[in-house]
């Protein structure tokens, strides 16, 4: 997804994770999970670890189910029984019906809270919500299996809540398994990465990302799909994000007026004034990192001296004008600053206005991000 779980709203009216019947991409990953468990050598604690919206949280789900169903993964299907193994269970299976009801007792799922003060998700998950992995866990299993517990996410843990977690994973309970869906994106203890079975997950095939467009997303238009999957770097979650926030047309908006730049003073104000609302929120995080991402092209472009690539038709020129105004390195120094600018924003609530502001008129002038 674009930042947080930003537009909570919106993503609000998508399946949870844990009702994925199915997921693409990561057919390595669920065989060697069903592998670890016929060897009979589970690993207590695995860390799944990606960008964001490609699916982890919903393999976590798929493998919570797969053990709580005392399922095996089959034997290999197809005609000499050679198909990859799975963590497929059946729909009307208990275990299935009880985790999409979010009533199964063997499973805790630990995520950030929502504060029902401030109207939206609290920014972290707390030592005291972490202390309680530790007490589920400990519990004998209740349908005499094994007790699953799933982090979503590492990166909404602060330190305090990391330490609890740490317990767990130094004395682990048995048959019990705790499953870390973690986006790379925060810090994370070394001894919480070196006592978990590491699952690197990567971003989605454009192939793939097409295929649950096509499905997740009918009403997109058909030409529209593949420019929206490099715009989401192989990620579904940020693809269907982007849509909500605008799609390609708001990725137009912004490219123009960062090829803009202060020469149109008045159509970055608007634009400014329309995304720092408080019911923009989905589509200010995706301008803000669509802005970021082409800070990043623009870098490669100075760094390629061959045609760079692009989201829309027609951009390429453009693309390598704006990229002849700074140095590899200065390109480089942008980005970083411009992404530490968004990140600290997001902590600290400065003005959305002020900070689109400074990204777009940084292009012309990146002392302007030292001001903020």
């Given at each position: ?74 034997e290999g299907g197809g005609l000499f029984g050679d ?151 192989g990620s579904l979650g940020r693809a269907l994000d ?6 390609l047309g708001l990725y137009r908006q912004v490219f ?117």
């Open positions: 997804m674009t930042g947080k779980k930003a537009a909570a709203a919106d993503a609000d009216t998508r399946p949870h994770p844990r009702l994925g019947a199915s997921l693409l991409g990561h057919e390595t990953a669920e065989t060697q999970m069903v592998e670890a468990v016929r060897s009979g050598r589970l690993a207590h604690a695995w860390l799944i670890e990606g960008p964001r919206g490609i699916g982890k949280a919903t393999l976590a789900y798929r493998f919570a189910r797969f053990l709580l169903s005392g399922a095996t993964g089959g198909s990859a193994p799975t963590l497929d269970v059946e729909p009307e299976h208990r275990a299935t019906r009880l985790i999409a009801a979010g009533s199964h007792p063997d499973l805790l799922a630990l995520e950030r809270s929502y504060d029902e003060k401030a109207k939206r998700l609290r920014k972290v998950i707390t030592a005291e919500e972490a202390r309680g992995v530790a007490d589920f866990m400990h519990l004998t299993p209740a349908e005499g299996g094994w007790r699953v517990a799933i982090v979503d996410a590492v990166d909404d843990l602060n330190p305090q809540s990391m330490n609890a977690l740490l317990k767990i994973l130094e004395e682990p309970p048995r048959r019990a398994v705790l499953l870390l869906v973690y986006h790379g994106a925060g810090r994370i203890l070394p001894t919480i990465r070196s006592r978990c079975r590491r699952l690197l997950l990567k971003p989605l095939e454009p192939s793939v990302l097409d295929r649950l467009l096509a499905t997740q997303a009918p009403d997109l238009p058909a030409e529209e799909r593949e420019p929206l999957a490099r715009l989401a770097r982007l849509i909500d926030a605008g799609g123009q007026l960062a090829s803009a730049t202060a020469s149109d003073a008045q159509a970055m104000q608007s634009f400014a004034d329309k995304l720092a609302r408080r019911d923009a929120e989905a589509a200010y995080l995706a301008a803000v990192d669509m802005h970021v991402d082409l800070l990043a092209r623009l870098a490669r472009a100075a760094a390629d001296p061959g045609p760079p690539a692009e989201i829309v038709p027609g951009e390429a020129a453009a693309i390598r004008r704006l990229a002849g105004r700074r140095s590899l390195d200065r390109w480089r120094e942008l980005w970083e600053n411009s992404r530490r600018l968004v990140q600290r924003s997001e902590a600290v609530n400065i003005d959305r206005k002020q900070v689109l502001l400074t990204l777009l008129l940084a292009l012309d002038d990146d002392r302007l991000l030292a001001q903020l």
